[in-house]
């Protein structure tokens, strides 16, 4: 159950609304918006009438039972999109953005280098892994706080905001320079980590797990958003499923049920969805048909001799043309975007 | 293994050539396009010298081993793409194609209305089931052979050639007059009638079984074209996942795939993949936008009170406005259409 | 929705009932079981009055609505389990059978052999196929009509009904001496071959489709049950998952599952389901305690050169001592057999 | 690669080998059975030359190469199986051993009086959920360090081990007094997780990822193996699929595959798998058949009214008759076990 107060409500009189409901025996949690603080309340609902509150409370404008789980991330809560902002990038608000960059760090050399080219082709966030989740314990773990370093020195450099992904919540305090902090797929039922990240508020990229349903993958940004923290970008990277010729099945209709479900903005990673670098292309065109606000694209300077994921990056130069039929589909679909042609 | 001849090769050279290679143990059936013959040898290959068959043929421009298990569906075969001519509608070739109507035809009136109502929409061909393959017996299953005739009429009426779906072999003789054959996904594996339909040279939409691979797709449809049927047009409609929200899980990444893997046409259902209307238009955009050849998408005159799958079918007034979409979305792929704006 | 009639209602009335219920607007369909005939009620039975029905007519015990879509199946309509005989092998009633033999009938003298060796080893029914349905056009397709023939032939010298598959209803004819008709997994949604099995009264053995949920599993057996031919015998075979390292993922909570929601038959083929040799016993093993009336088992006189499905096979010896075990296990379920030890 | 050390070969020779090994460019761990030592090599293997080492060091028994990614917990490294010990409880080395409990602890009262009760059943340990990984955040979330100490006070009244799940690293120190300590299959792949819980040389039951392949599962094993903890019992409890009736499918193909691929012990979760406390017997047979080392069954003293995942837990009655049921069962296989009858 959520209860729209109206534009202007004075702190006094939420805090007191609040105070009400809590009596009755629900707890609740306030998602500010732009316009409207929306009050949610959660446990036994039941009990609750929902016209007595609206017509008892002048500042109420209206109430409703919410029956989906997910209560602050839901559409009916707040029937307008959500944007993301990091540093000055907007993420949603009919902007769309390409996130680009290597799996992982690899030198200083490296990230800066590909940081500079990206930026000229008109990406506008930095993604590059300095810690990576592995099958393989044995496998080349990412240069760690090293890597984190060199990825937010390429940022500054070329002027782009980073996103790393973080594997636990006791790596957070090393995070504090990082723009948007990825949750990775793996992670994303990992619910302690996410409700570290809720109390912050940092933008979060929160992908969904790969064998999560829409529902499990809309529960999961509740838990962050529950804690306080609205910054959530959903990324859909694609399930798994029977098909062995790509790594994984992209599921293109996630995006626009997520969007009938929920406010927050949704981005697609086709990189890791197909594994294979000749699927890309294609899929982000069908991703920005499709409605996403963006893009997340692997991309590496040389990527036959990455050190991880090679098979599924860009170079450089394909990134570059890329991003120039990008840009002309996202003003065909009448998006804004940060992109110089 | 195969031999592509060149241009112009005359019968006789191709005749004896071919008794050559049987006689070294293999047997063969030849693909002929528009330009070349190809050759492809099926059985002990291993035994083949292709350079000493190429030096010693001369009608022979190359030969070459294929490792995948589809031959004659093989874009190394034939590696420009072929289309197919259903009535004066291209399948392929540049041209970007919507095939709609209702799951079942219902009744002569309002198959007739269906076909005017899509024809002014801009639809080039007109689909409706008159044999229902249904879960269960006791849903309705069709007009039968009655519903041939009406949907039959209809599309001559509109001037829309007609695809409908065959249950299995021993219905073929009632298809004369149908322009092209659906073979349904729960069929896709039914080699018998897949043999049958390769006697005939009828243009055949194969649809992917909804857990079937990118693999045994193509391996369904090299038994239709190697029984002597060219004119495949591949349909992706979606594969089951765990995902519960949509019926299936549409697969978009399979239409770039299947274009790198074969030369034949790709489209796209996505009203069976979603199971939801609402999904429909997006899915569609980004079909267009992935590289497929067309789309089939389920259109009733009043989808609330279809006999079958009324909850992803479109009435005819969003058909319409999708259509209008749809044209501009192929103008700005650069395929031709024969869509009326 | 069914009434259970009295035992030893008349016919006559019987058929006056059926007139009644018909003329209320509902079709109707029998299931004689050994005690009890059970009027089974499709369509429109919303307007049945259910008491009144059962009042007023005598020879009713009771009336029950039945929500699931399939009813002569449903345990509900038949509380008992149901068995199926095919010559003197009982499949069901307590009985734990096991059927083996090989992928594809290759020879006349391999069956024999196959057939004498596997009757020792207490095997009750001989399983081999004719006609083949392979994913590749190229590959070996069965000996057909001869394989049929050899089948026979080793299935009457060795005393041991046999099962083969169907590939399509106009094959029907050929399988007149044939004792058990096997519907193949691909086949478990041909629902014209499924009607046409329901007209004769053969036994069936159905493999569930390897995406197919029990639910659609019962509503394909269903079919043949309604057209009147309630022999069937349901069989697990695995499903496909994302686990590559088995050809299928057996489902052994299908046979608990089933057994609850029907009265028939279940029975397990790990063989298909594993892919691999080595997990066959332990398979086997479990189906047996998980409360299968039986087992399908591949079996070959020399797997190393099997035509198809090779690495799943088990050889004679192999087969002798599984059979031995199984049947200590079949003794120690409190199960009935046809094994010699 | 490994090398698989003489018995009886000393510290400081081993020591010198390992150190040979390091100079010629790979890193190594030691794995120590209960019989032999083992080295295993790490990295760049293709410039050690086997036989060389083996005639060069005379504490090498043999060396092989392992082409597998997992090596630590690899069979080939360890061809006898393995058993973990906690307390007095062996699972593996031929035991077969019952863990039961419900899925969160709810009181002191309700957790002392399961023990008692399961404890008389014959299970040899018990679990109970402390911290509760939910999808929602407005569920249950377990009483937390309250239930950790509710659940250790019950299990020393009663004489148990306990098993509980820890959600992440940062709360290890918390459960120092635990017998055993549970990963989820939600944090099967949290890496961090794993190698924290490598570090100490407690039990683990790690629980297979819903969506996990049996390699990852084994990899993840890996990671806390080569961490130096062997006591690592792995855990089938179902993975997703389409199939809509029970929650998961549980794979028992899994435990010979496991036991083929590694020499860990191996238990079965049926009651997760299935969802569904009619389904829990008859896997729990099925998984004593085909090969585990034990179950793992939801036990709770009142199901209807449990706090969470009362629908697939037995009551008390229910776990007593099956217990009694699989202590004849485990005797058959010719299992010890530490049941009272």
Do not use: W
């Not at 609304?17 to 629900?26: L, P, R, S």
């Not at 944007?83 to 902007?95: M, P, Q, T």
């Not at 919540?169 to 990825?182: A, N, S």
């Not at 949704?266 to 890791?272: A, F, K, L, Y």
């Amino acid at each position: 159950m959520v209860f729209v107060l109206k534009q202007g409500a004075p702190e006094d009189k939420i805090a007191a609304f609040v105070k009400k409901i809590e009596a009755a025996g629900c707890s609740t949690f306030l998602s500010t918006g732009t316009e409207h603080t929306v009050v949610c309340l959660i446990g036994h609902t039941a009990k609750i009438d929902v016209d007595f509150f609206v017509q008892t409370n002048d500042i109420v404008e209206y109430g409703r039972r919410i029956t989906e789980p997910y209560k602050a991330v839901n559409r009916m809560v707040h029937p307008d999109d959500t944007h993301v902002r990091a540093g000055d990038v907007i993420v949603g608000e009919g902007y769309f953005q390409v996130i680009a960059g290597p799996c992982a760090v690899e030198s200083e050399e490296q990230i800066i280098g590909v940081a500079q080219s990206i930026k000229e082709s008109g990406v506008s966030m930095l993604r590059g892994g300095a810690f990576k989740p592995r099958t393989s314990p044995y496998a080349f773990q990412g240069l760690q706080e090293e890597g984190l370093g060199f990825l937010l020195a390429a940022g500054r450099a070329a002027g782009l905001p980073v996103v790393t992904e973080v594997m636990n919540q006791t790596q957070l305090p090393l995070f504090e320079d990082v723009d948007v902090i990825q949750i990775g797929a793996r992670n994303m039922q990992n619910f302690d980590l996410l409700r570290e990240v809720g109390r912050c508020r940092k933008p979060v990229v929160l992908k969904r797990g790969f064998s999560s349903t829409i529902e499990e993958f809309l529960m999961s940004a509740e838990y962050i958003v529950s804690e306080g923290n609205p910054n959530v970008i959903l990324c859909e990277r694609g399930i798994r499923t029977f098909e062995t010729m790509t790594r994984n099945t992209l599921d293109l209709s996630a995006v626009p049920l997520l969007k009938q479900k929920s406010h927050l903005p949704v981005i697609v990673d086709p990189s890791h969805a197909a594994g294979l670098r000749s699927l890309v292309p294609a899929l982000s065109k069908a991703a920005v048909a499709v409605g996403a606000d963006g893009l997340m694209i692997e991309t590496h300077n040389d990527p036959q001799s990455a050190l991880s994921d090679g098979a599924q990056a860009l170079d450089l130069d394909q990134l570059r043309s890329l991003c120039a039929d990008l840009l002309r589909r996202a003003v065909f679909e009448g998006k804004k975007c940060n992109f110089r042609s």
